[in-house]
């Protein structure tokens, strides 16, 4: 006995293949960036550097939040490299590559003047990459459209390594 299948079940069965083939999901290859991206890229100018936590230094007791950049000439030579920074300024490009013109051997060693930038862990890690490569990230405390603030933390020569935050502030 001959088997016999029906013409429509073979063309139903032939469809449904090339029915789920032809469904593609419209997907970017790139994700879309969030508004954190727009708020972090442009000109910025370096305001100061504060401590992130209380901080005992020459037996005084200096709340969180106390300029770095204040204390800079009561830290000798140390205080030369901090104050070297003061009138930094930081370009974040659209296109994920950033310079700094200014000093930063103490506050940012291993991103240097120039590299490129991402916003990394969920946009809460502001990620400096080197154009050696060298990763450098750091926490957001806080963005808006007119202020930027990094952790950081910072050796300074004779004195501490200190977590400190890196403010700035749109131009």
């Not at 080197?130 to 004195?159: F, R």
Request: with cysteine.
């Amino acid at each position: 006995m001959r088997s016999f299948i029906p013409v429509k079940m073979v063309v139903a069965v032939l469809m449904v293949p090339s029915l789920l083939l032809s469904c593609k999901k419209n997907h970017d290859a790139t994700p879309e960036k969030s508004q954190k991206y727009e708020q972090v890229s442009g000109t910025w100018k370096q305001q100061d550097i504060v401590l992130a936590v209380p901080a005992k230094l020459g037996g005084q007791n200096l709340p969180a939040g106390t300029s770095i950049l204040a204390l800079a000439p009561a830290l000798g030579a140390a205080g030369a490299l901090i104050t070297c920074t003061k009138n930094n300024s930081y370009q974040f490009n659209t296109d994920g590559t950033f310079s700094i013109n200014g000093c930063t051997d103490l506050i940012l060693p291993a991103a240097g003047n120039s590299g490129t930038w991402k916003l990394d862990v969920h946009d809460a890690v502001f990620l400096l990459t080197s154009q050696k490569g060298v990763n450098d990230p750091h926490w957001i405390q806080n963005v808006s459209s007119n202020t930027l603030e990094l952790s950081i933390t910072v050796t300074i020569p004779g004195v501490a390594t200190a977590p400190l935050i890196l403010k700035l502030q749109k131009q």
